[in-house]
């Protein structure tokens, strides 16, 4: 089947987003970098590129605290490589495939980070026990089936995009997880909520407290704790000497 068409990337009344640019992915890579969300050369961070021709990605066999400018590819809406020296990450149509679909999503990460890859691997539901579960749950987080290869244009990727449907992010049995935001900055907000939010359900076991619903949705739409502000802390504490070189 060939790839999902991406019309939607210029369609006119978009949400007005914040720009990206090649620097800030290279600062969302090493916020999650600092933030040990990352395993060796594995993962990506993309955003949608503001023409709406295709989108920015980090390279194939790149860590993400090494990342530079130079490392960041932009390919179209069939994968292929438009501009950059390198090819792209090797499941950059997991996330072609979200923005095809996803008009509102911007931005898309994936890890393979430890403790939500553990989490994946369990049949339990994951429930708000702290501020960051708040941001992802209820409803129960989406979770995909195993998929054998997941990042090439095959019926299993887009079988993810399904399971994500409308929600932030998505778990993925196997694998690691993702999440989309309109930036890159709630994106990787979430990425270290749901990695924390799996690390403490998984600590907590099998009898645990969860926040009911109510208290849920007050904290989901507080001001102190929208993933904008972590995202503004994230950067302060993270060292940014590779992209501030450039
Ligand atoms: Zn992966």
Redesign the pocket.
């Known amino acids: 089947m060939p790839p999902t068409e991406l019309a939607s990337f210029s369609a006119a009344g978009e949400r007005d987003v914040e720009l990206v640019t090649l620097s800030e992915i290279v600062r969302t890579c090493r916020v999650l970098h600092a933030a040990n969300l990352t395993t060796t050369v594995?993962?990506f961070v993309a955003a949608r590129h503001a023409s709406g021709g295709g989108i920015w990605v980090t390279r194939d066999n790149v860590g993400f605290d090494e990342v530079n400018i130079d490392d960041i590819v932009l390919v179209s809406s069939k994968g292929e490589l438009v501009q950059g020296d390198f090819e792209p990450d090797s499941?950059q149509a997991l996330a072609i495939e979200v923005m095809a679909s996803r008009r509102d999503v911007q931005a898309v990460i994936?890890v393979?980070s430890l403790h939500a890859t553990a989490f994946a691997a369990t049949n339990r539901a994951l429930h708000a026990i702290s501020h960051e579960g708040c941001h992802l749950v209820p409803p129960d987080i989406a979770r995909s089936r195993f998929l054998d290869d997941p990042?090439t244009w095959t019926d299993e990727g887009r079988e993810l995009v399904s399971s994500l449907g409308q929600r932030n992010s998505i778990l993925m049995p196997g694998?690691?997880l993702i999440t989309v935001a309109e930036t890159l900055g709630e994106a990787a907000a979430l990425a270290v909520y749901l990695e924390k939010a799996c690390r403490l359900q998984l600590l907590a076991g099998m009898d645990f407290y969860a926040i009911p619903d109510a208290e849920v949705m007050k904290k989901r739409s507080g001001q102190l704790s929208r993933p904008r502000l972590s995202w503004e802390y994230l950067q302060r504490v993270t060292p940014l000497t590779r992209e501030e070189s450039v």
């Open positions: 594995w993962g499941e994936h393979h990042g694998h690691g």
